[in-house]
């Protein structure tokens, strides 16, 4: 693990590999560990960089005042002379709207985005009712202990096809999330609407779902894709919430051609 400071926030992070640079920003609940597999895969090609979102893994806290997600993205990649290189970012679930933060208060900075699992904000992607459920379920499971909520969080992450293995990585992940530091994201991104940023955005964005997502499903990225022009839209089949646990070789592959496609790295 390597850490910079950030606006007074320590900031933790992962690293591997060379050539042009890929920024992981994982989901709620989870830290830099969940991209195990994107970090060994994909390093061959790639300085893969995953973070620590602040309020996760070994990374700082929030303030329950906290500014702007994207901002701290952007000193991030600023400390670590990543965003002089236009990274290629990749947001999933929770990361994907840190990723479009970083779009709406630092568009020069990435060179493609990567949205998998993605909302445009709940506010931005679910009806009304449904965000006020899930801010008011995420907010009282602040105040279980993690063995009482991965029971009932794991079905709509995984399908029923996932390994024991699989279950078990993700649990662990679960088990090790921070209250205070998840209360301090929800407050500040919990109620998000991301719409207007999405035909905002101009550079080449892939849009990957598992077309059994039952947290953010394919109708959710069928609207994205509408929005964000020029974007492509791929659905991995069979697999959940989070396909790149479930089918790591799938994920990695359809991320690896699509970025040679738009001449990414030379082949």
Not at 150 to 175: G, H, N, Q, S, Y
Request: charged share 20%; aromatic share 8%.
């Amino acid at each position: 693990m390597e850490s910079v400071t950030v606006e007074g926030l320590r900031i933790t992070y992962r690293r591997a590999g060379s050539g042009p640079p890929l920024v992981l920003l994982h989901g709620a609940y989870e830290d830099s560990r969940v991209w195990e597999d994107q970090l060994e895969e994909l390093s061959d090609e790639f300085t893969v960089v995953a973070w620590d979102t602040p309020g996760c893994g070994g990374s700082d806290d929030l303030a329950l005042s906290a500014g702007s997600l994207g901002e701290l993205l952007a000193g991030f990649l600023g400390v670590t002379g990543l965003a002089g290189r236009r990274p290629h970012v990749l947001g999933l679930s929770f990361g994907s709207v840190v990723a479009l933060d970083l779009w709406r208060t630092h568009p020069e900075i990435p060179r493609t985005l990567i949205l998998a699992s993605a909302y445009a904000g709940w506010a931005g992607s679910l009806p009304p009712e449904e965000v006020e459920r899930r801010y008011r379920q995420a907010t009282a499971e602040l105040e279980k202990p993690p063995s009482e909520i991965i029971p009932a969080w794991l079905p709509t992450l995984l399908t029923p096809r996932a390994t024991d293995a699989m279950r078990a990585k993700v649990a662990r992940l679960f088990e090790d999330f921070r209250p205070a530091g998840m209360r301090a994201l929800l407050a500040a991104a919990g109620r998000a609407d991301y719409r207007p940023v999405l035909p905002t955005i101009t550079v080449p964005t892939l849009l990957l779902y598992g077309s059994e997502d039952v947290r953010s499903p394919v109708a959710v990225g069928e609207e994205l894709h509408r929005q964000i022009t020029g974007s492509e839209l791929m659905v991995l089949p069979d697999v959940g919430h989070m396909s790149f646990v479930e089918a790591p070789e799938a994920f990695n592959g359809a991320v690896r051609r699509w970025l040679r496609v738009h001449n990414v790295v030379s082949v």
